[in-house]
């Protein structure tokens, strides 16, 4: 164990210290690394020994999960560095490829060690699986038969791909025009020209629709439809009033439509005594100075309904606030952005500082059934980390904050997606800033292998939401420890929203703390992204000899 160890991987410390201008002076090979240190080799044995009993649960466990989940996670890596993956806007790429890799070796033993062999074994299967395009739970066939109605969403083809192999029957409600893949892949689509628009304006016609095609359901298929969900977060009321009517699963009419609004979030925070910054609503320009009194500056300027952070601003003063709303009011067009139908109103809240923090929960009946802090931003947003770095107590915080927030609102069913503020001084409580009744946008929950691999815990968002949907708790487990750690410098951060477009650097260890100093380390200035040179191909035909030789020994 201590040769592979010592001639496979290096430690944390040597991870932390490497950049890309050592590794080309140095040219270093994996048999030159230096050992672990005598305390690491110690805890390596005492986790051997937790694991693997005796010589043939080693040969069985140790030699065959590690390889095997090494190998996949340097086909992964290897993608990264060929084709460059998204993270929010910017594009991702390895500016030091060889500490990726050391990172990625020190991040799966650790994985299993912490873990155990079977977990990183199961991990490798359900990973193999995603990327084959199989459910990557295979015993996972409660949701064959159902019978689901979904609002919007017709621009997500893979997300249809992926249902249309859990055997569901799908009705899509949507616009004329989806993107391709969508259609061959639902049981039934609906087309309703100006859906947006109709869906907010004029909600009662599609909800008699929905009657109408569960009626249909009734008759054609032997029973009616089993739940309702959208991906969009404009259909969160829609689909409340469309659960009830029809007696399905689903958050009430009232939390749905509180979570949509701002001003009715703070209302409702404040009401239930949690942790609320001053904010004041804002129906017209002769509120302005009340709420200037009121909220103080710098203060922070959006619209009570809204998406995507669009029309939102600091502000740093009453004429500054007074410019900013008259600029806004007059670019709202809700014929663009049909949320704005709801209304035009616009909220001033005291402006928070610090570490923004995205979160996930999965509410069931009412209750928290799974939890992920999913990703944290520095506080100037210059990075970001998956997952989160903060201390197992901090997250506990943060999980509570958000939990409690989710239920002063009244969401009983359903992914959540909360954003919170944590304070630099992590002596204070964080504060949330909003809760989505709805599927995440971000990294994590794009793809099954960005939670399998970085979240702190595993899940299938898209099966979560489709169990959620007809009222099952859906199939989601806790770990110890998530495999491995990125953290994302950006070119360009972007002071609100998402990040502006362009390159990003990406870091990989074990944990998000070496993730974090290895970008810090490697300079402000971030080069522009390079294609494999010889020696990245050499670093990689390395340790791809060493899985093989550990799995042959």
């Known amino acids: 164990v201590d040769s592979f160890v010592q001639r496979g991987t290096a430690s944390w410390k040597t991870a932390h210290s490497l950049s890309a201008s050592s590794l ?48 996949l996670a340097l086909v992964v890596l290897l993608q990264t560095g060929i084709a460059k993956p998204v993270v929010h806007s910017c594009d991702m790429y390895i500016p030091s490829k060889a500490s990726a890799l ?40 409660a949701l064959r038969g159902k019978k689901i109605l979904m609002l919007g969403g017709g621009y997500l083809p893979n997300f249809f791909q992926w249902a249309a192999r859990t055997g569901v029957h799908l009705t899509l409600i949507d616009d004329v025009n989806p993107r391709d893949g969508v259609v061959s892949n639902v049981n039934q689509f609906v087309p309703i020209p100006s859906f947006g628009e109709e869906a907010i304006l004029r ?32 259909m969160g009321p829609l689909v409340a009033r469309i659960a ?31 942790p609320t910054p001053k904010f004041y609503e804002i129906s017209g320009e002769s509120d302005l100075r009340a709420a200037a009194r009121h909220v103080g500056f710098p ?83 210059r990075w970001v980390v998956f997952p989160s770095n903060f201390t197992s107590s901090k997250q506990g915080e943060l999980v509570k904050a958000a939990s409690d927030a989710s239920r002063a609102l009244g969401i009983t069913q359903g992914v959540v997606h909360i954003e919170l503020f944590q304070p630099v001084d992590l002596a204070q409580l964080p504060m949330v800033i909003e809760v989505n009744n709805r599927l995440s946008r971000g990294f994590l929950p794009q793809q099954f292998i960005h939670q399998h691999a970085l979240g702190q815990h595993p899940a299938d968002y898209n099966n979560a939401v489709l169990h959620l949907a007809v009222g099952m708790k859906p199939p989601a487990a806790k770990r110890a420890k998530a ?55 050499l670093f990689f035909t390395q340790l791809a000899a060493i899985m093989l030789w550990a799995w042959q020994r």
């Open 24 to 71: 080309s002076a140095t040219r270093l090979s994996v048999s030159a690394l230096p050992p672990f240190s005598a305390a690491t080799q110690q805890a390596t044995k005492s986790a051997n020994q937790k694991l693997l009993p005796n010589a043939m649960g080693f040969k069985l466990k140790l030699f065959v999960a590690l390889p095997i989940a090494g190998l």
């Open 102 to 141: 050391i990172g990625l070796v020190d991040g799966m033993y650790k994985f299993g060690a912490v873990n155990g062999a079977q977990h990183v074994l199961d991990w490798s299967i359900q990973l193999v699986r995603s990327m084959i395009g199989l459910n990557p739970y295979s015993s996972s066939n």
């Open 203 to 234: 909600p009662e016609r599609i909800i008699e629709k929905a009657v109408e095609l569960n009626e249909g359901l009734k008759v054609e298929q032997g029973g009616p439809f089993d739940g309702v969900f959208t991906l969009v977060e404009d």
């Open 244 to 274: 009830q009517k029809l007696s399905l699963p689903g958050s009430p009419v009232e939390a749905a439509d509180a979570a949509r609004n701002k001003v009715s979030f703070r209302k409702a925070t404040q009401k239930a005594g949690l």
């Open 299 to 381: 203060a922070f300027l959006k619209p009570a309904w809204g998406v995507a952070a669009t029309f939102s601003g600091k502000v740093n003063n009453a004429s500054h606030l007074s410019s900013i709303y008259a600029q806004y009011q007059s670019s709202i067009d809700p014929d663009a952005h049909p949320i704005y139908h709801y209304g035009r109103q616009m909220i001033l809240e005291e402006k928070l500082s610090g570490y923004e923090v995205q979160l996930e929960l999965m509410m069931h009946e009412g209750k928290v059934v799974w939890d992920c802090v999913s990703s944290q931003y520095a506080p100037d947003r």
């Open 483 to 537: 495999p491995l750690s990125l953290a994302v410098f950006m070119a360009k951060p972007s002071k609100v929203g998402w990040e502006t477009t362009g390159a990003c650097a990406g870091f990989v260890a074990a944990d998000a703390s070496t993730a974090l100093g290895q970008g810090t380390s490697f300079g402000t200035s971030l080069p522009e992204p390079t294609v494999m040179d010889a020696f990245d191909i």
